[in-house]
């Protein structure tokens, strides 16, 4: 962990899946050897494509480490946003991306205005091992969109190289409990229920779990022609038939 003393709010965005309960374990952890863990704040954004557990699963995360909870929501949720667009979201249009972190930069942007001087920290659980585009991420760099005035803000991945060993390891010794959806659903990895980026396993448990989210994006794909994913239709998936 880096030196967390100059920041004048050290930020944990939690998602409620497993790598951000860790950046909120090791942030508390440092937090408190350094003496800063009143200027730790968490933010969850909510984008009404949840798992139907995560706000409370994070809440939960929350009050266990003693750690004050901002949850945010975008201007639109996502599936609104689906549906008026009438198309998914894809690696090439990532607008579901956008909306979840535009939603936490006006929260920075409203709690510290430009004008307002301060050093912000914003804690993210990337890990290399997850993809391609996070694989050439840093560890520690200036956030370019929030800094402004006499605002810095810094991004800061502290598990960037951690593996999924360490990930489960960390969380089992400390007893807070991770989302359900792993333990009682088998999901390898936890996103917004239905993820055009999950496997097909992940999508049916988040079927079962947002059925009204399934048929919101079965909807979606029988008014418009376009399927969630290229060439591979939601509904497909969910009857267990792939292309
Ligand atoms: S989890 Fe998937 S659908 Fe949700 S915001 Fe991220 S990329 Fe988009």
Same mark, same amino acid.
């Given at each position: 962990?880096?030196?967390?003393?100059?920041?004048?709010?050290?930020?944990?965005?939690?998602?409620?899946?497993?790598?951000?309960?860790?950046?909120?374990?090791?942030?508390?952890?440092?937090?408190?050897?350094?003496?800063?863990?009143?200027?730790?704040?968490?933010?969850?954004?909510?984008?009404?494509?949840?798992?139907?557990?995560?706000?409370?699963?994070?809440?939960?995360?929350?009050?266990?480490?003693?750690?004050?909870?901002?949850?945010?929501?975008?201007?639109?949720?996502?599936?609104?946003?689906?549906?008026?667009?009438?198309?998914?979201?894809?690696?090439?249009?990532?607008?579901?991306?956008?909306?979840?972190?535009?939603?936490?930069?006006?929260?920075?942007?409203?709690?510290?205005?430009?004008?307002?001087?301060?050093?912000?920290?914003?804690?993210?659980? &990337? *890990? #290399?091992?997850?993809?391609?585009? =996070?694989? @050439?991420?840093?560890?520690?760099? $200036?956030?370019?969109?929030? +800094?402004?005035?006499?605002?810095?803000?810094?991004?800061?991945?502290?598990?960037?190289?951690?593996?999924?060993?360490?990930?489960?390891?960390?969380?089992?010794?400390?007893?807070?409990?991770?989302?359900?959806?792993?333990?009682?659903?088998?999901?390898?990895?936890?996103?917004?229920?239905?993820?055009?980026?999950?496997?097909?396993?992940?999508?049916?448990?988040?079927?079962?779990?947002?059925?009204?989210?399934?048929?919101?994006?079965?909807?979606? &794909? *029988? #008014?418009?022609?376009?399927?969630? =994913?290229? @060439?591979?239709?939601?509904?497909? $998936?969910?009857?267990?038939? +792939?292309?």
């Amino acid at each position: 962990m880096i030196d967390l003393t100059p920041y004048t709010m050290i930020l944990v965005s939690l998602s409620g899946g497993k790598d951000s309960l860790c950046i909120a374990l090791e942030t508390v952890k440092a937090a408190r050897e350094q003496g800063v863990f009143h200027r730790l704040m968490a933010v969850h954004c909510d984008t009404d494509a949840e798992w139907f557990e995560t706000p409370s699963v994070v809440r939960n995360h929350c009050r266990l480490l003693d750690i004050p909870l901002q949850i945010v929501h975008p201007h639109r949720g996502i599936p609104d946003y689906i549906e008026q667009r009438g198309m998914f979201p894809s690696m090439s249009c990532r607008f579901c991306t956008s909306l979840k972190t535009s939603a936490i930069e006006k929260f920075v942007r409203s709690l510290y205005p430009a004008k307002k001087e301060c050093k912000i920290l914003s804690v993210t659980g &990337e *890990r #290399r091992e997850e993809s391609p585009h =996070r694989a @050439k991420l840093c560890e520690f760099e $200036i956030h370019h969109t929030l +800094t402004a005035g006499k605002r810095q803000v810094f991004h800061y991945r502290p598990i960037l190289d951690w593996d999924v060993v360490k990930v489960w390891d960390t969380i089992n010794k400390s007893g807070i409990p991770p989302h359900p959806a792993y333990t009682g659903f088998g999901n390898e990895r936890l996103s917004c229920a239905l993820c055009m980026f999950a496997c097909e396993k992940d999508l049916r448990n988040g079927a079962r779990n947002r059925p009204d989210l399934a048929q919101r994006y079965l909807e979606v &794909e *029988r #008014r418009t022609g376009f399927t969630f =994913r290229y @060439k591979q239709s939601l509904k497909d $998936i969910l009857s267990g038939e +792939t292309q």
